[in-house]
Structure formats: C-alpha cells, structure tokens
C-alpha cells in the first residue's frame, strides 16, 4: 500500500499537467502571501532595524569569517534540529513535524513531476507516505498535549482560533492524504477523503498572509540575528557575566555558589507551565 | 510600567502565563504568541522576564525616572544557578551583577502546619510570631551581624 504512487491512480482521472499547474499555483500562492505578510506586519524593516540597533552597541566587530561560521551553526542547530526550542518535547513534536512536512513536500512534488504515471516510483511513495505520518505524529502531539492554550489556556483540543488556521490545515492535510491513500479505489470514500486532502492542502497554501506559515523562513534570519548579537557583544542589552569565568567566581555575590558544581542539575529547573 | 513581549522571541511556551502572580500574561488568539492582556495591572515583578526561556519578554521603566534609552535586562542560568542582571543607564553607564538563584523548587518548603504541635498559652501570648527565634537565628547564639560571620564593611557601593 505504501509502495504505491497515489498519484498515478489519479492520473487516470486527473491529467499530470493539472496536477503539476496545482503545485505551481500552490508554490506561487505561498510566495505572494509571505510577502503580503512581510509587507503588512514590515517584519524585515523591523529585523534590519534592530540589526543596525544591535551594530551601534556592538563591543567588538564580527569578521566575515565568524559571520559565516555563525550562519552555519544556526543551520546546523535552529535549523536543521530546531535547536530554539528549550523545551525537548517541544522540540522533538517540532522535528517530526518540520521534517515530515520537508519531506512530504517534496516527494510530492517529485511524484507529480517525474512520476505522475508511474504507480511504482522507487523510494517516493515510501518517502510521501512516511512523511505524512511523521507530520501527522508531531502535529497531534502538538496539537493535543504541547499547545499551551490547552494547558495554561484551559481552551478545550477542538475550541479553534486563528491561531490553529496553520497547524489545523497542516494536520488536515497529513490526515487526508494517509486517508485518501488507504482509501483509494474503494470509490465514494476515495474521492470523499481526495476532495477533503485538496481542500486542506489549498486552505495550507492559500492562508500564507493569515497563518504562521511564514516563519519557516523569517525564524532562521531571527536566530542568525540573535547569534550574531552574542558574537559581537551587544547581546540585545542581556547579561553576559556568567560563573563560568573565574573572575566572577570571586565575587561578594556569589560566595554561597564557591563550591558549587558547574551544572545545577535538575533539582533548579524550572517546572513546565502546569499550575495554570 | 508594565511588561511587553518581542514578538520574534516568542516561542508560545507558556512559562510567562504559568507564573504571573495578576494572571495578565496570556497566549494571544491569532498568533499564539505570549502577550500582557492588561498592562494597568502589571506591577512590574519581573517574574515572567525572569522566567522566559527566550528573554522574550522586557519592562519599560517609567519615564521619569528611566527616561528612554535605558535598559533592564535579566539572565536566569539554570545551569550555572546564577541570576544575572545588567542595568543600562541612559547616559551609557553601566552595572552587572551575578548571584545565585535562591527560588526553592515548586511545592516544596511549605510549612506542614498540621504537624507542628499546637502553641501553648506562652507562646501565645508572647509578641514573637510563628518560628521566630528559629527563623531569625537568635536561638543560635546573638544576632548575627557582618563582624561575627567575619565579614567587613567597605566604603561604596560594591558586588
């Protein structure tokens, strides 16, 4: 079942042309709201804003050098392992969604273009359906035990707000394509579950300007932005003294820690927000 | 005056709403982002700011006293156990300070009043409150004061 192009059964009833001018219509949508949305919330003038706000209190100059070992340490960590995140499950739903997503994607995209008649199209069908599922996993988690308006909000898993347009469409579209593949060829429900999976997909694509979908591409500048900050001692305005430097070790302040291990363990850690 | 949130810190964790003690900071509807629903009620307690893992969210000082240009800023390492601060002055001066984190964990060292025996009628009718010999260490000896914990007092201001 998972080794099949769901696409190609459709084929049959969909020419590969329309199909491909949906993913380029999609791909075109996206492009137009994020930058409806950068124009309406002006998110670059504020990044380049505080950019020059962060040189001005710079206490040392960052060599071209750093600036790109900087950047590829934001992808090897913000990026690639969503590494911003201070909460572990957080982090780990976020993986699973993020990288479902990426590879539902483009599996999606490579079956419809290179394979779009093809029911057997090697590792593809695989990769679309794997990617589905891990999308599926890390939205339900998400959306049924991390979403802090369930716990600290006390809103009930099925009250929406527009604050879920982009992870509902987003789990929508994971739901109905698993669906509509399980189900494809059994007729009514077939195309019940095909209507329901389009209708996800555009409500995704098309709500770009309404929806969070565009900090996929703004959150990687911000936390580039913020490393750099570090870099180059402005820091946005934080401390920067820590015990780790012997001098500070000395202080008045800090005769109660003297002795104290490095890291504090568990026992200091802040709780998770569950006393709402 | 009261707290704000940068936007592109936010991550929606929910720490800020958790911990204000006037029940102000909330997930806001449209962007899931952390947001001061009512600022006249802040008091500036800088438990949020202290408790945002993003050092997401920040304090405007009143403006006559901490006119614009000024910064407040705090770092709770729970690594390290330290509690960091750097206060900004507008004229470009500038003051750090580092000391550990005291904040006990949630839930515990609550006085288990339902096993401390009942007080008797001396206790009662004595000017002293609940534990106080005990909590003020004068059961321990005399007061203790910076010369019998063999510390000194120096002239200025110094951390």
Redesign the interface.
């Known amino acids: 079942m998972i080794t099949s192009n769901p696409f190609a059964e459709l084929a049959a009833f969909i020419p590969p042309a329309a199909m491909q001018a949906y993913v380029v219509l999609m791909v075109i949508l996206v492009a137009v709201g994020t930058i409806l949305d950068m124009m309406h919330k002006r998110?670059a003038q504020?990044?380049f804003e505080n950019a020059k706000k962060a040189e001005k209190n710079a206490t040392r100059s960052v060599s071209g050098g750093e600036k790109f070992s900087q950047a590829m340490q934001t992808l090897g960590k913000e990026v690639i392992t969503s590494g911003?995140?201070?909460?572990p499950k957080?982090r780990a739903s976020h993986l699973f969604t993020m990288w479902g997503f990426i590879v539902f994607v483009v599996s999606s995209a490579v079956l419809i273009f290179g394979y779009a008649t093809e029911p057997a199209a090697g590792v593809w069908p695989i990769l679309w359906h794997l990617g589905a599922l891990s999308l599926a996993f890390g939205g339900y988690w998400f959306w049924f035990f991390i979403?802090?308006?369930v716990?600290?909000?006390g809103r009930r898993w099925y009250q929406l707000?527009?604050?879920d347009m982009f992870i509902g469409s987003l789990l929508a579209t994971s739901t109905f394509a698993i669906l509509w593949s399980l189900t494809q060829g059994t007729g009514a429900l077939g195309w019940l579950f095909f209507a329901l999976f389009l209708a996800a997909t555009t409500t995704l694509f098309a709500t770009v300007y309404w929806s969070?979908f565009a900090h996929m591409f703004?959150k990687p500048a911000?936390a580039y932005q913020k490393r750099i900050t570090r870099a180059d001692g402005s820091a946005?305005?934080?401390?920067?003294?820590?015990?780790?430097d012997p001098e500070?070790q000395q202080?008045?302040?800090?005769e109660?820690?003297r002795d104290?291990p490095?890291?504090?363990g568990k026992?200091?850690?802040?709780?998770a927000?569950?006393?709402? | 005056m009261p707290t704000f949130v940068y936007m592109?810190?936010c991550?929606?964790?929910?720490?800020c709403?958790?911990?204000c003690p006037s029940d102000i900071m909330?997930?806001?509807?449209?962007?899931?982002r952390a947001y001061n629903i009512e600022p006249n009620m802040c008091w500036e307690c800088y438990s949020c700011v202290k408790?945002c893992?993003?050092?997401a969210i920040d304090v405007r000082g009143y403006a006559d006293f901490a006119p614009l240009g000024h910064?407040v800023?705090?770092?709770r390492?729970?690594?390290?156990?330290?509690i960091?601060?750097?206060i900004?002055f507008r004229d470009g001066r500038e003051k750090?300070?580092?000391?550990?984190?005291t904040?006990k964990?949630?839930g515990k060292h609550i006085p288990q009043l339902a096993d401390v025996p009942a007080p008797d009628k001396s206790m009662r009718d004595s000017q002293l409150l609940f534990n106080e010999p005990k909590y003020i260490r004068m059961d321990e000896g005399d007061l203790h004061t910076l010369e019998a914990a063999g510390l000194k007092l120096k002239e200025g201001v110094?951390?």
């Open positions: 998110s504020y990044f911003e995140f201070k909460n957080r979403r802090v308006d716990y600290s909000e707000v527009r604050a969070k703004f911000a946005e305005n934080l401390p920067t003294l820590t015990r780790d500070q202080r008045h302040s800090m109660l820690l104290a490095m890291e504090m026992g200091i850690q802040r709780e927000p569950h006393h709402y | 592109t810190r991550d929606g964790c929910g720490y709403v958790d911990i909330h997930i806001d509807e449209t962007t899931r408790a893992p993003h050092h910064s800023r705090v770092d390492d729970e690594d390290r156990g330290t960091a601060w750097k900004k750090n300070f580092l000391s550990p984190i904040t964990p949630w110094y951390y």
